[in-house]
């Protein structure tokens, strides 16, 4: 362990909401940008997109596990998934994996977690994490969870805004307002508004008033506030994760849970809880700057890809053996192929080879990739997603 990372731990085990911390690690979705990589069977969570040798599951898991131990995570996913996960996170306890049936977003996602998590300790404070992220800087990441838990003790439902570096449009944004002037939390401000994903001449605007940060979907509230605020704003999709969490560890569980789940409400966080929690003027926002990203297209994969030793080209290759070269090219080439691949003359270019799918497309359209899945669809290529 390094001296700042030793001293980092050493104050946050002192932090006195330590004790009642409990993480949620969301691992769903299928990351239609990233097809044919990530596909609804192997989703991009599952991989390793960005060459450290950790899938992006794994790397929550690593942030997330010095802050609070094991047996006080709990991952959400796939019943399609459950199994790898398993594998890839050997060290969560069994107990601990909660398999959804079918995908229904991530409000009965996470708050499944949370009624299970106040069965136990009904003055948990939990933090949820997207298993399918990126964050560079783990101590800047650390040094935020611990802001979020000073900022959420009085009951407020925390989330991180990250400060934007560029006028995006694949993100949401939150707009902020006043300090709120906690000493534990001396950056937090008070959210004044869940902003949709905008066009380009808006994220300009967003960037010049400096009232708006990216939102990263992360929150951290004390687990009675946030399902509070689902009874009110969803009270059936309350009503259900509480019969269904009332279940957990005995035998009726499999049954209550396949019976419940397929009639619940499928709807976002943002939307059941933290929209209307922010218009009751009861959402507080920490400011992020960890390096994070959503690893949202393969854009961001060369972006954030770790680079090879003595790696001098222009082109950056993802996957275990690939073979690539190049000649005035530049861009990302992701293949688990044995073939070679070989660009000429091609800038900004993204190639990615499967077993039974090729794509071919440029860094500047990665977003679009989603409309060749839509497609697929649309055509009834059940067998390519």
């Known amino acids: 362990m390094t001296d700042q990372l030793s001293e980092q731990m050493s104050s946050w085990r002192q932090h006195p909401a330590l004790a009642h911390f409990h993480a949620i690690i969301p691992a769903g979705g299928s990351g239609t940008r990233l097809w044919p990589r990530s596909r609804a069977g192997s989703?991009?969570?599952?991989?390793?997109?960005?060459?450290?040798?950790?899938?992006?599951?794994q790397a929550t898991w690593d942030r997330v596990e010095p802050l609070v131990d094991a047996d006080r995570i709990i991952v959400v996913t796939g019943h399609a998934h459950a199994d790898a996960v398993r594998r890839q996170l050997p060290d969560l306890p069994a107990r601990h994996l909660l398999a959804e049936p079918e995908p229904k977003e991530s409000a009965a996602a996470i708050c499944l977690a949370a009624f299970v998590i106040v069965q136990s300790d009904p003055?948990?404070?939990?933090?949820?994490?997207?298993?399918?992220?990126?964050?560079?800087?783990?101590y800047?990441?650390?040094?935020?969870?611990?802001?979020?838990?000073?900022?959420?003790?009085?009951?407020?439902?925390?989330?991180?805004?990250?400060t934007p570096t560029q006028p995006a449009t694949g993100y949401g944004y939150i707009e902020v307002g006043d300090l709120l002037g906690r000493p534990g939390a001396p950056f937090a401000r008070r959210a004044r508004a869940f902003v949709e994903k905008p066009d380009a001449d808006t994220a300009r605007q967003y960037m010049t008033t400096g009232r708006y940060r990216w939102n990263a979907g992360m929150f951290v509230a004390r687990a009675d506030a946030l399902l509070g605020q689902l009874e009110v704003s969803q009270p059936d999709l309350y009503a259900g994760l509480e019969e269904i969490a009332g279940a957990w560890g005995t035998e009726?569980?499999?049954?209550?849970?396949?019976?419940?789940?397929?009639?619940?409400?499928?709807?976002?966080?943002?939307?059941?809880?933290?929209?209307?929690?922010?218009?009751?003027?009861?959402?507080?926002?920490?400011?992020?700057?960890?390096?994070?990203?959503?690893?949202g297209d393969f854009a961001s994969v060369s972006r954030l890809r770790q680079p090879v030793p003595g790696e001098a080209s222009a082109v950056t290759v993802v996957g275990e053996g690939a073979e690539v070269v190049s000649t005035d090219a530049s861009g990302v080439v992701v293949s688990d192929q044995k073939r070679l691949v070989a660009l000429v003359g091609v800038e900004d270019v993204v190639v990615v080879d499967t077993p039974d799918a090729l794509l071919v497309t440029t860094r500047a359209r990665a977003q679009s990739v989603k409309d060749i899945v839509e497609e697929l669809k649309a055509q009834g290529r059940t067998d390519l997603l």
Not at 46 to 56: A, F, I, Q
Not at 143 to 152: K, N, R
Not at 268 to 293: K, L
């Open 43 to 57: 989703p991009k969570f599952l991989h390793d997109l960005l060459g450290t040798g950790r899938s992006l599951l």
């Open 252 to 295: 009726a569980w499999d049954d209550v849970l396949a019976r419940v789940w397929p009639g619940l409400p499928k709807i976002a966080i943002d939307y059941a809880v933290a929209e209307p929690a922010a218009a009751a003027g009861a959402v507080a926002v920490v400011p992020g700057d960890f390096g994070w990203d959503d690893v």
């Open 123 to 138: 003055d948990a404070i939990v933090g949820s994490f997207h298993a399918d992220h990126s964050i560079t800087n783990p």
């Open 140 to 162: 800047g990441f650390r040094d935020v969870v611990q802001q979020a838990l000073d900022a959420a003790v009085d009951g407020d439902i925390v989330t991180v805004g990250i």
